[in-house]
C-alpha cells in the first residue's frame, strides 16, 4: 500500500470514528420512551415515524430499547429463535406458540399457521432481522389456528415469510 493509499484510510477512518462518536454523545437525537412506546404499539397498517425508524436503525442502544417495549407488551417473543426446517415445512416455537410456514402449491401462496391453545391470540406479528422489521396484522383464530397467506403479490407478507425463514429473525406476537 502506498503513502497516499494509507494516508486516504486513516482519514476515512477517523473520520468514521467521529461521526460513531458523536452519534454516541449526542443523545438529543434520541427518541425518548414516549416516542418509542408510541411506535411499538402502533397499528399495524398505521403510519410511522420515520425518525425513530432511522433512531432504531442506526443506534443499537435505541434499537435494544425498542426491543425491549416491544417484549413487554408481547404475548410472546423470540429474540433469536433458531428456526428449523425439513425442507417442506419451516416451523419455530415462539412462547406457546408454533409458527409454521407450508410451502406454495400451484394455486395457492406459502401459509403462514400459528397454533396455540393460549387463551389470548395475537393481533400482530412484527418480524425484525437486522436493521428491517416487519408488522403485518393478523386475522383472527379459528379452531385454534390463524391463518396468513404470505402472498407475493403483498410486499409485506412476502417479506415477512423470508424473514421467519432465517434463524437470526426475532418474532414477537403481540
Known sequence: MTDEA???????AARALMRASDLARDTSRRPGTAELW????????????LAVVRAIRGDPATARRYRALLAGQAIAHAPLAAAASDGAVASRRVGPFILEILPADDDAPPL????SSAARPPRAIEAMLGDE???????????????VALDPGVPE?????????????????L
Not at 408510541?38 to 415515524?49: K, L, M, T, W
Not at 403462514?112 to 397454533?115: A, D, N, S, T
Open 112 to 115: 403462514l399457521v400459528l397454533r
Open 157 to 173: 407478507a412476502a417479506r415477512l415469510g423470508e424473514m421467519l425463514r432465517d434463524r437470526a429473525c426475532a418474532v414477537f406476537l
Open 6 to 12: 494509507r494516508l486516504l484510510a486513516e482519514i476515512h
Open 133 to 147: 422489521t416487519v408488522r403485518l396484522a393478523l386475522p383472527p383464530a379459528i379452531d385454534g389456528a390463524i391463518l
Open 38 to 49: 408510541a411506535h411499538a404499539s402502533r397499528e399495524p397498517s398505521g403510519p410511522v415515524d
